[in-house]
């Protein structure tokens, strides 16, 4: 079974900033995804960021980029230019390619505080 | 599009009462999901589908029934409701049929459904 950890359970940063948020997993896969998702107090679940696990390509989505490190088994969110907006609990998920329906295996979230 | 959409968006039950939870999805997507939120926890897949007809148990399923007869429907039947089961519930889907497409497999949420048993 896969495992996904986040380590850190909370963390601040100051309005304009960059934070990197941390995740690891423990996998045997070889192809598989990973995601960013944002949950805002208003608890909707927002899709960040995803990376495929055959492209060595960091994936980037405007101020948000991983660094995805496959050997490591590492998928770390940095997140530039922080904004008031920002401030959410950030879940790290895992996906096994198109096996067992597609699912997600989430982390336990790390609580992200922008700071004006 | 409406995306993913969930009813009702809160709910007290009593011990043991029953209710149906909804999701429809406008995306035209295959594949459904059901999870719950603990507090301070990630999401726990409960039940799954794969398409009309077709579902399967997830980490968490005891407790609950799902069906899906309509690519767009899929409810979570809570029977005997426990205070275990006092969590938020996010219904999800996705689209996982063509691997070139840059969007095959990403999971969109509902808003999440607040359920309180007391």
């Known amino acids: 079974a896969q495992t996904v950890t986040q380590s850190q359970p909370e963390m601040s940063v100051q309005e304009a900033e960059t934070v990197t948020l941390s995740c690891t997993y423990d996998?045997?896969?070889?192809?598989?995804?990973l995601f960013w998702y944002k949950q805002p107090p208003s608890r909707q679940m927002i899709l960040v960021i995803r990376?495929?696990?055959?492209?060595?390509q960091n994936a980037t989505e405007n101020r948000f980029s991983v660094n995805f490190q496959k050997a490591a088994k590492s998928f770390s969110l940095k997140i530039s230019d922080s904004q008031l907006g920002d401030t959410a609990m950030y879940f790290c998920?895992?996906?096994?390619?198109?096996?067992?329906?597609?699912?997600?295996?989430f982390g336990e979230g790390t609580q992200l505080t922008v700071n004006p | 599009n409406a995306g993913v959409t969930q009813t009702p968006k809160f709910r007290i039950l009593k011990i043991g009462q029953s209710m149906t939870l909804q999701c429809t999805q406008d995306?035209?997507?295959?594949?459904m999901y059901w999870y719950r939120q603990d507090p301070g926890m990630g999401l726990k897949l409960i039940y799954y589908?794969?398409?009309?007809?077709?579902?399967d148990k997830g980490e968490v399923p005891n407790g609950y029934n799902v069906s899906r007869s309509t690519t767009e429907d899929f409810p979570l039947r809570l029977e005997l409701a426990a205070p275990s089961q006092t969590s938020v519930y996010f219904c999800?889907?996705?689209?996982?049929?063509?691997?070139?497409?840059?969007?095959?497999?990403?999971?969109?949420f509902g808003p999440g459904t607040r359920l309180t048993v007391l």
């Open positions: 589908s794969v398409g009309a007809g077709i579902t």
């Open positions: 996998t045997s896969e070889n192809n598989y995804y």
């Open positions: 990376q495929e696990a055959y492209k060595q």
């Open positions: 998920a895992f996906m096994k390619l198109r096996t067992s329906g597609s699912r997600l295996t």
């Open positions: 999800a889907s996705s689209y996982s049929m063509d691997p070139g497409l840059a969007d095959t497999d990403t999971q969109y």
């Open positions: 995306m035209n997507h295959n594949y």
